[in-house]
């Protein structure tokens, strides 16, 4: 029994030895490039630098691009930490209306009506602020790549009834006479075009059917959700239908940008009508550009033009807002929503979002964002 | 194994030959043998390949003394650089509050099947009860307390939530296995202790318990590396945060497999792919590290029978 | 640990009267009782309100729900009404597990075989230890190797199978190079519950009465023989509980199904063959998680979690009559009936 006695102490001992050996020297790391030592640094872009926790949750289209925003802020903000999780749009709403977090990410703007009667999004935002409207802030433009795998084809291109017939299953094979005709004097393949979709409910599929719906001349059946009504196999966010892709020879799906980049897949080129466009920032940014806005003063939802016929404008984009509170957090969390989205919507936030493969916004909208984030109160 | 070992020397090849074999059974003899070899060859490819796969790959962050002592925050994926400090922690805590909770019960549990229920229908009701808990899924458990935590209750998210959840999980195990190592306990200690009339509590803490103490703690570090590992509740209970949150009832909180599931995304970068097959690593290597030291306190505490 | 036949646990039947003999009525005792019958309760409370609570969330959604919620492979709860069906997640799931199950219970049997009767003695206990180890391994582990380094090898045996018995319709080949399909997953499920398979079987076997073993040698036969009449039969009903177990984990497991299986196109025909994507209970809740942003939709998840979980118990209960059943002279039934715990509690005492 000593023995157990001694077995007891010396477990016990080790555990709680093991735990504070972890938390005594767990520590943030330096963030590289800075060497400032943290509690001297405060000259944030636009304006001081507050202490404390912003909580924020929604749309995993911007993750990367929001990850790589609190890192530069925290370079000038130590003293801020900001969490953002990337669990969907439609969480990130449900968590900002259920005063979970302070703001929310989404690829789409509050629905200003509620279905069957219920509380419409919007609504139940401006409850959660205090009876004050929350506002949708345009912040991240993520272009949505149409990306494939197919031996020996570089450059693919194609036009919006052409990508519908795809996605929709009509068009079965590559070398079916919609896709060579686009594609003059290049050999594709017979086979059978295996096509990805998002299995979870996405924005990125919203949005890519409200393309197909726009621009694809009637060859696209469904309305455009968030879930997908098209044709294929589903796979698990993002990564899944990029490694899917990867992984299958012949396939084609739809996803953000910087996932085809980063698994090196093909990215086809749009014809909308004035020629080929390729995916660039500048193109992608300048389809933001041809938008108007749907909201009212502050409220800066946008409404693209998928069918846009703009020279040289990649039409497929997605657009993320920061859902906010216009007024009615308490002043602490106030401080730090504004902090850290006026970072976010600053020439030198904006700009490192280029090489993720995101799109800066377009000047003229950045500004009426800052202005937007600046009336916050 | 037991002390029943197979290699007795009957079973060696030269008692048989008195029966004179006949052709067709040596040859089915062999046969299985090498089936049964083949058998065990086919089980250790996965194993190989899986911890090569996690070693190979995982090994070199490791090293790194930053991997144990900072976090994530304002590392992007693209970036190298900072550890895994938060999310190990996150994992350590959850699965601390998950032991408070479930091992009193558990033990407790187990007290009353061996000691004070038996062969009542109580105790026979609640060894099905925890028939139905050992098969519960993971899912199922992070679901309930999903619909008793957020929907019923209002609360946020929370590494509580998480270790709620896990309980559920990590309370079968634990009891049952306290529940054997109790029923291995010799009645005559317990009727000696009575003898000199100790009362039956004092008993069962002074005589039952310490007997069977190995065997118990056993139990517990099985049960903990059991939930370590759980990936399905953190995901629906609670939101992964790349600083460190030491106060697991508010905020989000990061834990291994979900920094594991939020880099995964993001495998064909460098850096994020180091940092998921090193998480993976570590978690393995903390589950490994309770199951030693459950062997160890097994090995050195075995219950003396007689 | 019971090591030795010897040491079998007292399960005297006066147990409990002498006991009672024991001077009670102290404070301190009422008190440790009534602690100790509390935690059983809470035990049985605990499981109650699991199900009443999963119940309670799940009618209001299954009231409206327009769809059959049995026999219907629809699934969209967050239509005005909701339609929703769990038909197609029940033929994944089960399916999914049956095929682990058939790949897993041989060779872990072999492997039990093996390390118990076959390997040198130095040989057999790291060997089970290296078993065990695979059951340490987070699932989310076995989700990326099995689809990132696992499914491209499974390429040419789908193709090859698919080729051969394609006519039948479970052995369809898809028309697409895809992967991650269901076969993939039993697969990959059926090394995730072969160290539980294992580790059972092999407690059971090591615990073949000498006596039988031995009058079996003693009649001459060869040492397959003797497995396959004295040690094999003992085993049986373990081996088939341990299957139980197993088929239960793997009705369960979530994160390596949801990272593994692509998922069918709602408005494709059914497809049945396991060479096609599918979604199982476990991976349909959690792929969707994020998105329980009304309780009518969350309870319809909630519904489906209900149902896998009266599926594992079913599962589970039906091992536990298997073993209840053949169990000779009811002497081994306390010894097989708590499997897991037991055997990996063995296992790690080594």
Redesign the interface.
């Given at each position: 029994?000593s023995?157990?006695?001694l077995?007891?102490v010396g477990?016990v001992a080790?555990a709680s030895l093991g735990?504070l050996a972890?938390?005594a020297?767990?520590?943030?790391?330096e963030?590289?490039g800075s060497s400032t030592p943290s509690g001297s640094s405060s000259s944030a872009a636009g304006g001081d630098c507050p202490e404390g926790?912003l909580?924020a949750?929604g749309s995993s289209a911007q993750k990367?691009a929001i990850?790589?925003v609190?890192?530069k802020y925290?370079?000038k903000c130590a003293d801020v930490?900001v969490?953002y999780?990337p669990?969907?749009s439609?969480?990130g709403?449900?968590q900002f209306n259920a005063a979970?977090v302070d703001f929310g990410g989404s690829d789409s703007v509050l629905k200003t009506e509620g279905?069957?009667g219920a509380e419409s999004e919007a609504a139940a935002a401006a409850k959660r602020c205090a009876n004050n409207p929350a506002i949708n802030l345009p912040m991240v433009i993520g272009p949505v790549a149409i990306a494939y795998n197919v031996d020996g084809l570089p450059k693919l291109i194609l036009d919006g009834p052409t990508a519908a017939g795809i996605f929709q299953g009509t068009i079965k094979t590559w070398n079916a006479p919609e896709i060579a005709k686009l594609n003059p004097g290049v050999t594709l393949p017979s086979a059978?075009i295996?096509v990805?979709?998002r299995?979870?409910?996405s924005g990125t599929t919203e949005n890519f059917a409200k393309y197909l719906a726009a621009a694809g001349g009637g060859a696209w059946k469904g309305e455009p959700a968030?879930?997908?009504?098209?044709?294929?196999?589903?796979?698990?966010?993002?990564?899944?239908v990029?490694?899917?892709v990867?992984?299958?020879?012949?396939?084609i799906t739809y996803v953000e940008w910087s996932?085809a980049v980063?698994?090196?897949l093909g990215v086809a080129q749009i014809d909308a009508g004035a020629g080929a466009v390729e995916l660039t920032a500048e193109s992608a940014g300048k389809a933001l550009a041809a938008a108007k806005q749907s909201g009212t003063g502050n409220d800066l939802a946008m409404k693209l033009d998928y069918a846009t016929k703009a020279a040289g404008a990649y039409p497929i984009i997605l657009v993320t807002y920061e859902i906010a509170c216009s007024k009615g957090l308490p002043a602490e969390k106030t401080a730090l929503v504004k902090s850290f989205l006026s970072y976010f919507a600053s020439t030198e936030g904006q700009a490192s979002l280029t090489e993720?493969n995101y799109a800066p916004l377009p000047e003229e909208i950045r500004t009426k964002v800052d202005a937007a984030i600046q009336s916050i109160s | 194994m037991t002390t029943i070992a197979a290699n007795r020397p009957a079973m060696d090849g030269k008692a048989l030959d008195l029966t004179g074999k006949s052709g067709s059974r040596a040859f089915k003899n062999t046969l299985a043998t090498v089936l049964i070899g083949l058998c065990f060859l086919l089980a250790l490819i996965p194993l190989l390949w899986i911890l090569w796969t996690v070693i190979s790959k995982g090994y070199s962050l490791l090293f790194d003394a930053a991997w144990w002592s900072e976090s994530q925050r304002g590392i992007t994926v693209r970036r190298e650089g900072g550890g895994a400090y938060h999310a190990i922690m996150g994992t350590l805590i959850m699965a601390l509050i998950t032991a408070v909770i479930a091992v009193p019960i558990a033990i407790l549990g187990a007290i009353y099947l061996v000691e004070y229920g038996k062969g009542t229908k109580l105790a026979r009701a609640v060894s099905f009860m925890i028939d139905i808990l050992t098969g519960v899924p993971s899912i199922v458990a992070a679901l309930f307390i999903y619909a008793v935590w957020i929907t019923i209750l209002g609360f946020n998210r929370v590494g509580f939530a998480v270790s709620l959840a896990l309980v559920l999980l990590m309370l079968p195990v634990v009891l049952r296995s306290t529940e054997e190592m109790l029923k291995l306990v010799p009645d005559e200690l317990r009727e000696a202790s009575y003898a000199l009339g100790v009362p039956k509590w004092k008993t069962i803490l002074k005589v039952v318990i310490p007997t069977a103490f190995g065997g118990i703690v056993t139990g517990v570090m099985l049960g903990l590396a059991r939930v370590m590992g759980e990936t399905a509740p953190l995901l629906i209970l609670v939101g992964y945060s790349k600083n460190i949150n030491l106060n697991p009832f508010d905020g989000f909180q990061g834990a291994l497999p979900t920094m594991i599931n939020q880099d995964r995304t993001e495998l064909s970068l460098q850096p994020a792919a180091d940092r998921v097959w090193a998480a993976a690593l570590t978690l393995i290597l903390l589950v490994l590290l309770l199951n030693l030291l459950a062997r160890l306190v097994a090995r050195f505490s075995t219950i003396k029978s007689k | 640990m019971s090591s030795t036949d010897g040491t079998a646990p007292p399960d005297r039947p006066a147990d409990g009267k002498k006991l009672e003999l024991g001077p009670v009525g102290h404070l301190g005792d009422r008190l440790f009782s009534g602690m100790a019958h509390g935690s059983g309760g809470l035990v049985i409370l605990i499981v109650a309100f699991v199900g009443i609570f999963l119940l309670a969330l799940a009618i209001p959604s299954l009231a409206r729900n327009e769809s059959s919620f049995l026999f219907s492979r629809v699934w969209e709860p967050g239509a005005s009404p909701p339609r929703f069906g769990i038909a197609a997640l029940f033929y994944t799931t089960l399916i999914s597990s049956i095929i682990a199950m058939v790949i897993a219970v041989p060779i872990a049997v072999g492997v039990a075989l093996f390390t118990t009767y076959y390997a040198p003695k130095r040989l057999a206990a790291p060997v089970a230890h290296a078993i065990d180890l695979l059951a340490a391994v987070p699932s989310i582990i076995y989700g990326l190797w099995g689809i990132l380094f696992f499914a491209p090898i499974l390429r040419p045996v789908i193709n090859g199978i698919g080729s051969a018995l394609g006519w039948i319709p479970i052995f369809e080949k898809p028309p697409t190079a895809d992967v991650g399909v269901v076969f993939t997953a039993s697969v990959v499920l059926a090394i995730m519950i072969l160290p539980v398979v294992t580790a059972i079987s092999r407690e059971i076997f090591a615990q073949t009465p000498i006596a039988h073993r031995e009058g079996a040698l003693a009649l001459g036969a060869t040492r397959w023989e003797m497995i396959r009449t004295a040690v094999l039969p003992y085993g049986r009903s373990g081996v088939v509980s341990a299957s139980m177990l197993g088929l239960g984990r793997a009705l369960g497991e979530t994160v390596a199904v949801l990272i593994i299986l692509s998922v069918p196109n709602a408005n494709d025909p059914w497809n049945s063959s396991i060479f096609a994507g599918g979604e199982t209970f476990a991976s349909k809740i959690a792929n969707n998680a994020a998105e329980f942003d009304s309780p009518e939709k969350t309870g319809a998840y909630i519904a489906a979690g209900l149902v896998l979980f009266v599926v594992t118990f079913l599962v589970n209960s039906a091992a536990r009559l298997i073993v209840a059943r053949s169990a000779p002279g009811g002497k081994r039934p306390r010894k097989i009936r708590r499997i897991g715990d037991k055997a990996q509690t063995e296992g790690a005492a080594l």
């Open positions: 029994m023995v157990n006695r077995l007891r477990t080790v735990v972890l938390s020297c767990g520590s943030d790391p963030t590289s926790t909580n949750e990367n990850e790589e609190i890192s925290n370079e930490t969490n999780n669990t969907g439609g969480a709403i449900k979970q279905k069957d059978q295996a990805f979709f299995s979870d409910e968030k879930k997908w009504t098209g044709t294929g196999a589903g796979k698990e966010k993002s990564a899944g990029a490694e899917g990867k992984s299958t020879k012949n396939s996932y980063d698994n090196k993720l | - | -």
